[in-house]
T-cell receptor, first 113, second 118 residues
Framework: AQSVTQLDSHVSVSEGTPVLLRCNYS??????LFWYVQHPNKGLQLLLK??????LVKGINGFEAEFKKSETSFHLTKPSAHMSDAAEYFC???????????FGSGTKLNVKP | GAVVSQHPSRVICKSGTSVKIECRSL??????MFWYRQFPKQSLMLMAT?????????EQGVEKDKFLINHASLTLSTLTVTSAHPEDSSFYIC??????????????FGEGSRLTVL
């Protein structure tokens, strides 16, 4: 079975400082992992995805994530936060055939000026 | 990336009425679409998987007679909330997969529909 744990429900950073949003997964096989961002009252937008290629994945808006099998982690990072990054972020793992997607509980990122 | 359009974005209805939400894939064919419900400050809860030309597959605890799903074409799935009650008020989001060439698994989401039942 697959599952995702997002360790922090809220993260607050100052503009210009690094962002770290943590995600740990559980999967009985090599997983496909995704990070999505959701702005208020909007749908979800894909930031980046890992599908068994390079372990360091670069996404849009300066975000990246590193797949670490030994730690079963897929943490999302950004070197310098921008005010527009304030949103809800979801870590997602899918089954082998992309038939089911399992969402983490979400992390709300607050960026202070 | 692929575009999924969801309509209406907001709807307010009286208790006892039915509301239909449409989900369209604009530039790709979607044999499968997913319907989610999101409660305030919570994650997405999968309600059902909508399959073109066949019955939807509902998740445990989701009333199929309450939430009617129709996937009549490769680009359109609809969710109808029947005899809506205030507890059905929520944010409903659809998503679809683009299984075209080079598919690598990601879901494309609609903008969501905020349903308020008075």
């Amino acid at each position: 079975a697959q599952s995702v744990t997002q360790l922090d429900s809220h993260v607050s950073v100052s503009e210009g400082t690094p962002v770290l949003l943590r995600c740990n997964y559980s999967s009985s096989y090599s997983p496909s992992l995704f990070w999505y961002v959701q702005h208020p009252n909007k749908g979800l937008q894909l930031l980046l995805k890992y599908t068994s290629a390079a372990t360091l994945v670069k996404g849009i808006n300066g975000f990246e994530a590193e797949f670490k099998k030994s730690e079963t982690s897929f943490h999302l990072t950004k070197p310098s936060a921008h005010m527009s990054d304030a949103a809800e972020y979801f870590c997602v793992v899918s089954d082998q055939n992309f038939n089911k997607f399992y969402f983490g509980s979400g992390t709300k990122l607050n960026v202070k000026p | 990336g692929a575009v999924v359009s969801q309509h209406p974005s907001r709807v307010i209805c009286k208790s006892g009425t039915s509301v239909k939400i449409e989900c369209r894939s604009l530039d790709f064919q979607a044999t499968t679409m997913f319907w989610y419900r999101q409660f305030p400050k919570q994650s997405l809860m999968l309600m059902a998987t909508s399959n073109e030309g066949s019955k939807a597959t509902y998740e445990q605890g989701v009333e199929k007679d309450k939430f009617l799903i129709n996937h009549a074409s490769l680009t359109l799935s609809t969710l109808t909330v029947t005899s809506a009650h205030p507890e059905d008020s929520s944010f409903y989001i659809c998503s679809a997969r683009d299984l075209g060439g080079g598919y690598t698994g990601e879901l494309f989401f609609g903008e969501g529909s905020r349903l308020t039942v008075l």
